[in-house]
């Protein structure tokens, strides 16, 4: 199996197939989106192939330069369970730069509506290396625990501010402020899910 960049076509035919299914509207961007931050070159569509068949996804939302979001991780409904997930991750860490970090956004299983399944995400993200930031966030009303795979641990405050850059960045300001929350309180109650956007 190998990582490559996916095609147009590709990345159209994994969203219909893997991440419509698997993500919420809150956390689901539109394709027109996902498609025109990578003809920006803001976004890395990685894709895990076997042959041609592609077995799952990591697609990357790009910060500053050596800085990226890990926007989905989805793996082929026949492939669940068969370590394609930490596969792509270790790809992940030789496709990109070395000294990269990538952020990455799992839900909390406090307000989640699988707990146990956020959990066990969150001990899959633990077990291929990612450490935990000392925050967590909320993002069109989802609540996220923050994780990040970089060589060496990172301060919290610089996190944050790259993890605030790659939203605000595409968001206007009115919409950051309105729907996205870096760190969240953690005495909050998380706020109304929408549908994800930029209008």
């Given at each position: 199996?190998?990582?490559?960049?996916?095609?147009?076509?590709?990345?159209?035919?994994?969203?219909?197939?893997?991440?419509?299914?698997?993500?919420?509207?809150?956390?689901?961007?539109?394709?027109?989106n996902?498609?025109?931050?990578?003809?920006e070159?803001?976004?890395?569509?990685w894709?895990?192939?076997?042959?041609?068949?592609?077995?799952?996804?990591?697609?990357?939302?790009?910060?500053?330069p050596?800085?990226?979001?890990?926007?989905?991780l989805?793996?082929?409904e026949?492939?669940?369970?068969?370590?394609?997930?930490?596969?792509?991750?270790?790809?992940?860490?030789?496709?990109e730069?070395?000294?990269?970090?990538?952020?990455?956004?799992?839900?909390?299983?406090?307000?989640?509506?699988?707990?146990?399944?956020?959990?066990?995400?969150?001990?899959?993200?633990?077990?291929?290396?990612?450490?935990?930031?000392?925050?967590?966030?909320?993002?069109?009303?989802?609540?996220?625990?923050?994780?990040?795979?970089?060589?060496?641990?990172?301060?919290?405050?610089?996190l944050?501010?790259?993890?605030?850059?790659?939203?605000?960045?595409r968001?206007?300001?009115?919409?950051?402020?309105?729907?996205?929350?870096?760190?969240?309180?953690?005495?909050?109650?998380?706020?109304?899910?929408?549908?994800?956007?930029?209008?």
């Open positions: 199996m190998e990582l490559k960049l996916a095609s147009p076509e590709q990345v159209a035919m994994v969203y219909e197939r893997d991440l419509r299914p698997a993500f919420p509207p809150s956390e689901l961007k539109p394709l027109a996902i498609q025109a931050m990578c003809r070159g803001c976004y890395h569509p894709c895990l192939f076997d042959g041609e068949e592609i077995a799952g996804e990591c697609f990357l939302w790009l910060g500053h050596g800085w990226a979001l890990l926007d989905y989805c793996v082929a026949g492939r669940r369970n068969s370590g394609a997930g930490a596969l792509m991750l270790g790809f992940l860490r030789r496709a730069p070395e000294d990269a970090v990538i952020l990455v956004e799992s839900e909390a299983p406090a307000h989640a509506p699988d707990p146990a399944m956020a959990e066990r995400r969150l001990g899959f993200y633990a077990r291929n290396g990612l450490r935990t930031a000392g925050y967590d966030t909320d993002v069109f009303g989802a609540h996220y625990k923050i994780l990040y795979l970089s060589a060496e641990p990172l301060p919290d405050e610089r944050m501010e790259e993890n605030r850059f790659i939203y605000q960045n968001f206007p300001k009115e919409k950051y402020d309105r729907y996205v929350r870096i760190p969240r309180d953690p005495a909050a109650e998380p706020t109304c899910q929408v549908s994800w956007n930029e209008g």
